[in-house]
């Protein structure tokens, strides 16, 4: 009779450019993951989130590469062990795009019922976590290798957590729907909201979580005709072989995006035009802008202040979108409402249109000044008088 480790020798290694793309992807994954979640702002929640996924995702793929080159003879108690985080990359991409775009905190108090579905599945797995190596190995050659004989198992083995685990595809599935449907509710809520970054800023957020909802459906339509096609985990292959597209992609995005390419990130007379961040902070921005009552003009830009600081566009942007979770417009803006909420109650003013106050304060338009008074106030500049001189009155 074949003994269990006989059978467990032939299960062949295969290495091939499937599976060292899918290596790629995995090791960049990793990286990418680790620098966003160790460098990125405490304020910058969504990506975050981001790098929780990826990183989720990196593990997801990890398991995947070890199955499909057979290296998973080596360690069978992984086997299915990261079954429980394929449920959490919806919800994952889903809470990425809505941090992104509502800029609200992601906090487990408010959000913990995302996790509910992957947890009550790993709970619901135990049993199998617990079965000696012959179910695990077994489990394995059934999805990979059908045709090699199985190892014995004892007879007493509980397979009720079949019941769920047969049906982790539907659930998949099913998590992806729901979560494909509240991101494209969401992107479509936000698209004509008029919250865009400056004209200077890469890519907008609105753009890249659009981005990302495309990449979201498609991973949907590839695991949906994988799961179509192929029994048990042996197309699993070529849903990580997308993901290892997505992730190189990624980080040649984040790399064209990065200080490093900017001719201010080093200053060195002969490798920059003069530029000076060594000294540019968010209080001298603040400062500049404050004292010199740079909101005032009409014309301030970004460029005009970066000028100015003689640093560059990109890297003030920067600065003010890091320390204050703003684009270059709101953080402008925010003074020059502050300074027509002054000018809208005082009587030295009293003559001016509610329109001219807006101007004197640096808006070109009455539209912009009201769009822009709303947003920082919530409510009309009318309505702020009228709220004020009730308040005054009692």
Request: charge should be positive; include cysteine.
């Amino acid at each position: 009779m074949e003994t269990a480790q006989y059978i467990i020798d032939q299960i062949p290694i295969q290495h091939n450019l499937v599976s060292y793309f899918i290596f790629l992807g995995v090791f960049l994954g990793f990286l990418l993951s680790t620098v966003i979640l160790f460098r990125t702002s405490k304020k910058a929640t969504a990506f975050k989130i981001y790098g929780w996924s990826l990183l989720t995702q990196s593990i997801i793929a990890t398991d995947v590469f070890l199955c499909y080159t057979g290296l998973m003879k080596y360690i069978p108690h992984l086997n299915d062990s990261t079954e429980p985080l394929v449920l959490l990359l919806a919800p994952s991409i889903y809470l990425f795009v809505y941090s992104l775009l509502e800029r609200k905190l992601i906090i487990f108090k408010k959000y913990w019922f995302h996790l509910l579905p992957s947890t009550l599945y790993f709970i619901s797995q135990v049993p199998y976590y617990l079965q000696p190596k012959s179910i695990k190995i077994n489990a394995y050659l059934g999805a990979y290798f059908p045709d090699m004989k199985r190892i014995e198992v004892p007879d007493n083995i509980d397979y009720t957590y079949l019941l769920i685990k047969d049906e982790l595809r539907w659930f998949i599935l099913f998590s992806f729907v729901i979560y494909i449907l509240l991101s494209a509710r969401l992107i479509f809520k936000n698209l004509y909201t008029g919250k865009k970054n400056s004209r200077n800023t890469m890519a907008s957020k609105h753009q890249f979580s659009k981005n990302t909802f495309l990449l979201f459906f498609a991973a949907f339509v590839l695991v949906f005709l994988v799961f179509l096609n192929f029994e048990d985990d042996a197309g699993d292959h070529y849903i990580f072989i997308f993901h290892a597209t997505v992730v190189c992609i990624t980080t040649f995005v984040l790399l064209s995006e990065s200080r490093f390419f900017e001719r201010s990130w080093i200053a060195d007379k002969y490798e920059t035009s003069g530029f000076n961040v060594a000294g540019i902070s968010i209080d001298r921005i603040k400062l500049h802008v404050q004292k010199e009552q740079f909101y005032l003009s009409k014309s301030a830009s970004l460029k005009s202040l970066s000028e100015t600081l003689n640093s560059s566009s990109n890297y003030i942007s920067q600065i003010i979108n890091t320390e204050t979770n703003l684009n270059f417009n709101d953080f402008i803006n925010q003074y020059r409402i502050e300074e027509s909420k002054k000018r809208l109650l005082d009587k030295d003013y009293v003559h001016l249109t509610i329109e001219a106050i807006g101007n004197s304060v640096g808006f070109k338009s009455k539209a912009t000044f009201y769009n822009a008074f709303k947003k920082h106030v919530q409510m009309s500049p009318k309505e702020f008088i009228r709220f004020q001189k009730e308040n005054t009155t009692v």
